[in-house]
């Protein structure tokens, strides 16, 4: 079952101005930030209220943590919209109407974030996420 939006995700290659925006400017709190190994941000979650977030991630260093290619930008773009993503209740249970409404579904796998998710895409090929918290999230 959804319960409500739990994130807006961008990619940026400007991460540095996009978190102060959001944070100085428009005043949202960061929640976290995911780091690499090296201790290195590369993205950020900002409080939007109660248990829904903006985040934001250095593409090149999202590249670097789970592989695959920076999203290709036109010249002038300096961010990109990358998903959006569902809170739900028993994301097994649910994962499993879907499948059985003939929706291709990610394996649920436990993120950096210790929040279980899986992913699918809408019609028109926009990645959804669905995410469900455990104890552990680093969101709660």
């Not at 995911?34 to 991630?57: P, S, V, W």
């Not at 670097?64 to 249970?93: I, S």
Request: glycine residues 8%; charged residues 20%.
């Amino acid at each position: 079952m959804i319960k409500q939006l739990a994130h807006l995700c961008f990619m940026s290659n400007q991460l540095p101005e996009m978190l102060a925006f959001y944070r100085d400017v428009l005043g949202l709190p960061v929640k976290f930030a995911l780091t690499h190994d090296d201790g290195t941000a590369f993205g950020y979650y900002l409080a939007t209220g109660q248990t829904t977030f903006i985040e934001i991630f250095d593409q090149h260093g999202a590249a670097k943590q789970w592989g695959g290619e920076a999203v290709r930008m036109r010249p002038n773009d300096r961010t990109c919209y990358n998903h959006f993503c569902l809170e739900v209740a028993g994301l097994e249970p649910f994962c499993a109407t879907l499948r059985a409404r003939g929706v291709e579904v990610t394996p649920i796998k436990v993120g950096m974030d210790h929040s279980k998710q899986a992913w699918l895409k809408d019609p028109d090929g926009n990645a959804i996420e669905l995410m469900e918290y455990t104890p552990a999230s680093l969101q709660l």
